[in-house]
């Protein structure tokens, strides 16, 4: 029996697992997050490692122009070829490393270590750009750090009242749910969404003593417009007596300018925006406010999610969420506080040591000296050999195999096909690369676009750390040995280095760690006390963890922010539209999302055959309104067209959706990539695509000719 955790999302379920040859089956631990509960995903998570097509060996693009197996010695020194030739004649910037937010601490770290010591190349970002950066980018400038959860998940239990902005955390992460059932009970689940997702609909009923029972409110806001609504639930806190003036006085830096910048979002005003009657407002915010400890209340948290985050306007909706956490004295608070609720099964760590455009191990920043020269003297190389920073993750697919562009890019752990917007613009900018190379555990849409594909372990099949949402460091732990001829990411990074003339790196988990507790060692991501020993002794580490006497920090801000001045920061937000908004043509707003049966760009899941039956195809969620007045029924083909590209897909008919809005699943690949749509617009601040909303125009398709011939 090995003891590890779920492969899959940020809360890291705590699982055993039981090998018979190369069978694996798992059962849920007992675990604070988890509390022994699996969802859907976890529970057939084994199914992965043995499907089909599972990629076992080097592939490389032959003169044909079909992918063949060959040897590892022949695939490294092919690409390693590649590599030297390129950068000697267009610079080292010419090559660039794309990483993923599945990738463990060790590999992580390694990546953004290759990029920058072997390849010495600028341009490296991962494709947690596309879920965390707004949060990360928000509580950086509001906190001083950023990690997920301040705080352990578990202290939700207790509170009176949530506020979730943009999280579907019933679908995306189930067992979390049973850590909102204190707030449910109390009717002070609030959740703010334009479905009537899975996790609104827990606002219905608590499941508590008797039917019919509130477990709160949900605030069905127009797609794009949450920032206006907690502008207005700010306005009606601090316009109400309701806000903590002792903790904004003592703990904050600016509150007038926190009373200033919310003065005119009256509710009856936010309710011509986003659709929220004001009394529902008002009503939500004096909700959260009694929960609140400066009114006596058992605690209240707010969440920010993607739906929050995935906007161009995202860091400043979380920077208003981070605000009305303010005005309410919550973040600091055993049992109150704001956090962000990481995705990703390693997005917290894998943001932390080095695979960022802009950041070096332990969360410094690249263009600090100090830092700089620091880890320079980890990785035993002069500061000044280091790159600066480096494009963003769309800014830098955006620049591949143009002029002055990367020729070659080298992708691991992520599904770029799928999971980023614009995607016409992808492949363009993939198909114009002199070398693609992608390593991945089954032929995604990436790798078979790839001019190398290199077969790598996945979760059961290798050993090192994972962060989870809440910042506690974690063991995974190989229960099998990985098929045919496989190998982790760390011996790519290793081989090519080599090949490169470069030294040390190694392809032990175990050492990689040691390296980056050192690299990471008095930065605010601190692993430098963090042990495998210590994990696996059972201690729970949440960073930082600055020695090995230290017992690690379940809550941050207990006694003063990470600001130079130790008070949190107001920064003044306002609302602004969509940056592609509704318009004649395009009279409705496509919105993106999950599914409970798949994960991410569904390279996985939809290899399972218990998920993909379960959820087989994309889908369009239509509201019956639309549907009656475009002549579309339930099931039948509908064509969704933005200023980007268009798409056939079957209608799904419900009230579950606004009537202003077209939800659209993005586990899906090829004609069904809804990522086709999406606008690759940028937040200023995080460089966050915007996913979640754009202007689309629905029209009812015409049959298959199968069909119609039928």
Known sequence: MTQTHCPYCALQCATSLHTVERRVTVQPREFPTNRGGLCRKGWTAPDVLTVPDRLTTPLIRSASGSLVPCSWDAALDFVAERIGSLQAAFGRDSVAVFGGGGLTNEKAYALGKFARVALRTANVDYNGRFCMSSAAAASNRAFGIDRGLPFPLADLGGAGAILLVGSNIAETMPPAV?????????GGLLVVDPRRSTTAALTEDAGGDGPGTSGGIHLQATPGTDLALVLALTHVVLQEGLADLAFLGER??????????????????????????????????????????????????????????????????????????????????????????????????????????????????????????????????????????????VELINSLGTVDGPRALLVHGSNLLVSAPNLASVRERLSALDLLVVADVVPSETALLADVVFPVTQWAEEDGTMTSLEGRVLRRRAAVAPPGEVRSDLAVFAGLAERLGVSGFSTDPAVVFEELRRASAGGKADYAGVTWDRLDAGEALFWPVPSE?????????????????????????????????????APLYLVTGRLLQHYQSGAQTRRVPELAEAEPEVFAEIHPRVAAQLGIADGRPVRLRTARGSMVLPARVTTDVRADTVFVPFHFGGAEAVNELTNDALDPVSRMPEFKACAVELTAASLPVAEVSA
């Open 252 to 393: 904050v830096d600016d509150p007038d300018l926190l009373i200033r910048s919310t003065a005119s979002w009256w509710p009856e005003r936010a309710e011509r925006v986003t659709g929220v009657p004001a009394a529902t407002i008002r009503r939500a915010a004096r909700v959260l406010a009694a929960a609140a400890p400066v009114h006596g209340g058992k605690g209240a948290y707010i969440l920010t999610g993607r739906g929050a985050e995935q906007h161009s306007k995202g860091t400043d909706t979380v920077t208003a969420c981070i605000n009305l956490a303010l005005a309410l004295g919550l973040p600091g608070r055993v049992g109150s506080g704001y956090g962000c609720i990481t995705g990703q099964g390693n997005g917290q760590g894998g943001r932390e040591h080095g695979q960022k455009a802009d950041q070096l191990p332990g969360y410094r920043s690249i263009t600090d000296p100090a830092a700089r020269s620091y880890v320079a003297s980890v990785w035993g190389v002069d500061p000044d050999d280091l790159p600066g920073p480096g494009k963003s993750a």
């Open 549 to 585: 006497a230290h017992p690690g920090t379940p809550r941050l801000f207990a006694d003063g922010f990470a600001t130079p001045d130790g008070r949190a920061h107001v920064v003044a937000v306002d609302h602004r539209p969509v940056a592609d908004d509704l318009n004649a043509s």
């Open 178 to 186: 049973a850590h909102l059932q204190s707030a449910r009970d109390a």
